[in-house]
């Protein structure tokens, strides 16, 4: 996610409407895009560069909200996945916001909790035999084990873990 999605505000590509016909991008401040330059980035995937005139980026207002270059004649670069992806990639992000997705993707946080705890207390990744049958039988026994020390978390009232938060988000919280 881009800096520009995370400010309130903030000019990010969904902000931007892109005319597939005329091979132009507008900008929340209505200024039209100078170049639309199809490329293919260093793994293969194709793309669109899109640039907005210096000199219109240059005087803007709410550049702020739009370009952190610290030089002045920057201007506002987009890089566009191809039509399809990018319609695609608009819907989903504007799904991501419904609280029914919020709700899918807790499951999934609790899967993926549960996967981190399986990988790093009970060293899932590392098999400690070579057959099929034992390796079968180690994973049901650290699901079992994991499902143990669940259960006695709970009877102890110990919380669950809560997201790391690392230093530098500490510090700007205090």
């Not at 900008?27 to 170049?35: A, H, L, M, V």
């Not at 002045?72 to 991501?96: A, D, G, M, V, W």
């Not at 049901?140 to 020390?149: L, P, S």
Request: a positive charge.
């Amino acid at each position: 996610m881009s800096w520009q999605a995370k400010t309130p505000g903030g000019y990010d590509i969904s902000k931007f409407t892109v005319d597939w016909s005329a091979k132009t991008v507008t900008c929340p401040q209505e200024q039209k895009s100078t170049t639309w330059t199809p490329s293919i980035d260093p793994w293969g995937n194709s793309g669109i560069n899109v640039k907005f005139p210096a000199k219109t980026c240059r005087i803007c207002n709410f550049r702020h909200l739009c370009i952190k270059s610290k030089s002045e004649s920057e201007p506002r670069k987009l890089r566009l996945r191809p039509q399809q992806e990018h319609q695609i990639l608009q819907t989903i992000r504007k799904q991501q916001d419904t609280d029914e997705w919020k709700e899918r993707y807790n499951t999934r946080a609790g899967v993926e909790g549960t996967l981190s705890q399986a990988i790093n207390a009970f060293g899932l990744r590392q098999a400690r035999y070579r057959n099929l049958p034992k390796i079968r039988l180690q994973h049901q026994i650290t699901a079992v084990a994991i499902n143990v020390v669940r259960m006695v978390s709970w009877l102890n009232g110990i919380p669950h873990a809560t997201t790391r938060i690392s230093r530098f988000a500490a510090l700007a919280v205090m």
